[in-house]
């Protein structure tokens, strides 16, 4: 007898039509109207796919998160983090709410000066910053983050040639008990890096170290982790007034937080396990109060918050294009929603709705997008009522990073509007045409002609 060839075992769980721990229903209610705006008639007046933001929620987001820490703590300052949604309009809130801005490029500093923030509110972090970006900081009297002894270097340089002392803060990574650590940007605490770029900016006299600045890792689920690394950066400060009588004015602690979306793998929704802002706020607050600060010498505690205060602002609504059995029979529906404008669809099992009531059948579901992609899946598995061609979906959670990450392949990026306090609707971005892509090419004139 032939010896039979190895193959490697596969295991998958099976899903199709199993209850689960809930029983059979479907998840969630459905959502026909967002801030009072019905979602067929925002996706009449303004097509399908459509990004809302809804303006009430941001604001309550941020009033909620400031009081969390403000009952806690008597200096806090927060800063948009630019990059988990830089839209105008998104921006704009925040600022109106009191927020600085935090941005980590010469793009996004740019971006918040023309939007008319204070130079001296601008938080500049990241680590590329060229010798412009830095000269146009210095000049704005911007807070620099410096993340490597390059970068300090440069500062040094410019301070002299521009003759001006540089607010700086330096950006430290450190061991916070949370695995994979997060060392790659800023100055490692536990091995002295951090220390020694402290002692570089102070005996160097060029600058002025007005804070500390970490930023521990993005979607934590661990509020300990926020506890310890204010810990570790108290520690430096007493170090920095034993040796220097130096007392910075700050220590920012980055963002981070969890958003109430689900990562995918996990088995209860985010909006039950994830924790609250209270409760990072509670081990921040706590970390800081027991540290060695002298009462008039507290420093101000910056918070550069992102994807926790924008995340359930956020929903796409999409259409439905058709249906399907796939070779296995499971239910298989293709919405006009691609991942290249729902990135975060490869990390979360986002929260998804029918815009219009439903019956109480329900199906295991494949979510595909219209892409000629076989990576474009939107769900792998959800329990769905069956949805019909034409009819609506209401995608929840997406605030956060897929209006900056999203990508224009294959289909043009959709429009965003946002809803006003009073259930107003406003365009805060066009869709693309084709012209807006076409506009940025240039054809050679050889290339101009040819015969079909
Ligand atoms: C991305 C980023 C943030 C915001 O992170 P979220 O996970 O969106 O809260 C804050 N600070 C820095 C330095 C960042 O790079």
Redesign the pocket.
């Known amino acids: 007898m032939p010896k039979i060839r190895y193959e490697r075992p596969v295991l998958k769980r099976l899903e199709s039509s199993m209850p689960n721990k809930f029983g059979m229903r479907t998840e969630y209610a459905p959502m026909p109207q967002i801030d009072g705006v019905a979602v067929a008639d925002l996706i009449k007046e303004h097509g399908s796919p459509l990004f809302v933001i809804s303006e009430k929620t941001l604001r309550s987001n941020i009033r909620n998160a400031r009081k969390a820490f403000e009952i806690r703590y008597p200096k806090v300052q927060f800063a948009w ?1 630019y ?2 949604n830089y839209l105008n309009a998104v921006c704009s809130i925040f600022h109106q709410e009191g927020s600085w801005a ?1 941005v ?1 490029s010469g793009f996004e500093y740019d971006k918040a000066l023309a939007l008319g923030v204070n130079g001296r509110k601008i938080i500049f ?2 680590p590329e910053k060229t010798v412009e970006d830095l000269t146009k900081a210095i000049g704005h009297d911007s807070l620099i983050h410096i993340d490597h002894l390059e970068e300090l270097y440069t500062i040094v340089n410019l301070s002299e040639q521009l003759n001006k002392k540089p607010r700086v803060a330096i950006r430290v990574n450190m061991d916070t008990g949370v695995y994979p650590m997060w060392d790659r940007f800023g100055f490692n605490y536990e091995n002295g890096q951090a220390w020694d770029a402290i002692n570089k900016i102070m005996h160097s006299g060029r600058m002025e170290l007005v804070g500390l600045h970490t ?1 521990i890792g ?2 934590m689920l661990a509020p300990f982790a926020y506890g310890t690394a204010a810990m570790k950066l108290a520690d430096l400060t007493t170090s920095l007034r034993e040796k220097f009588n130096h007392d910075i004015k700050y220590i920012d602690m ?4 969890a958003s109430k979306n689900t990562l995918k793998g996990s088995y209860l929704p985010g909006v039950d396990t994830n924790p609250s802002v209270d409760e990072f706020a509670e081990a921040i607050a706590s970390a800081l109060l027991n540290a060695n600060f002298k009462k008039d010498k507290l420093p101000l505690l910056i918070l ?5 205060l924008v995340d359930d602002a956020g929903y796409l609504l999409g259409t439905v294009i058709s249906n399907k059995r796939s070779s296995t029979g499971k239910r298989t529906t293709i919405l006009d929603i691609g991942v290249n404008i729902l990135f975060t669809s490869f990390w979360y099992d986002h929260k998804i709705t029918p815009a219009q009531p439903f019956t109480h059948y329900a199906e295991d579901t494949m979510l595909y997008g219209p892409l000629c992609m076989n990576i474009d899946v939107i769900r792998e598995n959800v329990s769905l009522p069956l949805l019909n061609k034409g009819e609506h979906i209401v995608v929840h959670n997406v605030g ?1 990073y897929n209006m900056t990450q999203w990508m224009q392949f294959i289909t043009l990026r959709p429009r965003v509007v946002l809803i006003d306090e009073a259930s107003h609707v406003h365009v805060i971005r066009e869709g693309e045409k084709l012209e807006s892509i076409t506009a940025m090419e240039k054809i050679p004139e050889y290339l101009r002609k040819f015969a079909l």
Request: hydrophobic fraction near 25%; proline fraction near 0%; glycine fraction near 24%.
């Open positions: 983090s990059k988990t935090e980590v972090n990241g930023h993005t979607f980055g963002g981070g937080f550069e918050t992102g994807r926790a956060a």
